[in-house]
């Protein structure tokens, strides 16, 4: 029998590469067939990835890939503010260790768009690098919020790199605002941590709503 897990992971991975649509269906036979499991297990899988928030349930339609609104969009990005907001600040009072991570993340998040910008890789290591941050605040409980969110933003940030490689976008463009977030915070320098996170999320949102909105 395939565990629900081993087909989640594999769904999940198919999602993070776009090699499924926004809104695509997805039909619980033709993933029983495909995996040689039972359909009690590919629902269970479904729901994983419902619960992730990278698929959705519509009554009699079944489950589908999610699509994202724009009030999705504010939603989710409104959290983000919060959370990394809160990680930027304390950076004054963070100790070495956490600094340390977020230039490690940083490194991580460079060799990924070195490796393939429009990549399922690239937006992992992009989010492992905004966890970083927000770790920052020494809050597991953050910590875990933004975990319950992880895959949704993994899912919206490969939207956006989509976006950004097809306008023509290189490594150090992907990089710089990274790389101003990541100078502040080595400083301690809340204010400007603070503002160049809060920035970065503005100019994202801005974007993904674009796409979301069909501006594409």
Aim: negative net charge; charged residues 30%; aromatic residues 4%.
């Amino acid at each position: 029998m395939v565990a629900p897990s081993l087909i989640a992971d594999h769904l999940r991975d198919e999602i993070f590469d776009l090699r499924l649509d926004q809104g695509e269906p997805m039909r619980e036979i033709a993933i029983a067939e495909r995996f040689g499991a039972s359909r009690r297990s590919v629902r269970e899988a479904l729901l994983m990835l419902a619960n992730e928030g990278v698929v959705t349930h519509e009554k009699h339609r079944g489950a589908r890939v999610r699509s994202f609104t724009t009030d999705d969009v504010t939603d989710l990005y409104r959290a983000r503010a919060v959370l990394e907001g809160t990680g930027a600040r304390a950076c004054a009072t963070a100790p070495d260790s956490a600094l340390d991570a977020v230039i490690v993340a940083l490194a991580d998040l460079r060799r990924a768009a070195a490796e393939g910008q429009n990549s399922a890789r690239h937006a992992r290591a992009d989010v492992h690098f905004h966890a970083s941050v927000i770790a920052l605040a020494q809050s597991p409980r953050l910590d875990r919020f933004f975990a319950s969110i992880r895959s949704e933003m993994t899912f919206a940030i490969r939207l956006l790199q989509r976006r950004e490689v097809f306008a023509g976008w290189g490594e150090e463009d992907a990089l710089r605002e990274h790389v101003v977030i990541a100078d502040a915070i080595v400083q301690r320098d809340a204010d400007a941590a603070e503002e160049a996170v809060l920035e970065h999320i503005r100019v994202n949102q801005r974007v993904l709503s674009g796409i979301t909105a069909g501006d594409d």
